[in-house]
């Protein structure tokens, strides 16, 4: 098992910034590859990014490219959103999840086996 714990979330004015934390524990050696997701109200859950822990190798969702950026602290066991340049369309809760596949282009939320309780970002027009 791996838990995952996202921080972070919060209010916002639209242009401003949030930086998001997802830590993982428990069997962290099975995780490969970290995912953040959000889902709006009413609306499916949306891919936004993911990295790989070896590597850093990292995948966007067109929507978000150029604006959000994902990191990782291998040392820390935590993966990091910095979200810039925020829209209100970008108000969500976040997920992150984790899987043990090593490909970074996984984009749908049933290639993933861990996924975290989520955090609320709201960002206001």
């Known amino acids: 098992q791996v838990q995952l714990v996202e921080s972070g979330g919060g209010l916002v004015q639209a242009g401003g910034s949030l930086k998001l934390s997802c830590l993982a524990s428990?069997?962290?050696?099975?995780?490969?590859?970290m995912g953040w997701f959000r889902q709006a109200p009413g609306k499916e859950r949306e891919f936004v990014a993911a990295?790989?822990?070896?590597?850093?190798?990292?995948f966007y969702a067109d929507s978000v490219k150029g604006r959000f950026t994902i990191s990782r602290d291998v040392a820390k066991n935590t993966v990091y959103l910095q979200m810039n340049g925020l829209k209100p369309e970008d108000t969500a809760v976040y997920f992150c999840?984790?899987?043990?596949?090593?490909?970074?282009?996984?984009?749908?939320?049933?290639?993933?086996?861990?996924w975290g309780q989520g955090t609320q970002v709201t960002v206001s027009s």
């Open positions: 999840a984790s899987d043990k596949d090593v490909s970074v282009y996984k984009s749908r939320s049933a290639e993933y086996d861990y």
């Open positions: 428990g069997r962290t050696f099975s995780s490969r590859v």
């Open positions: 990295i790989t822990w070896s590597g850093g190798n990292t």
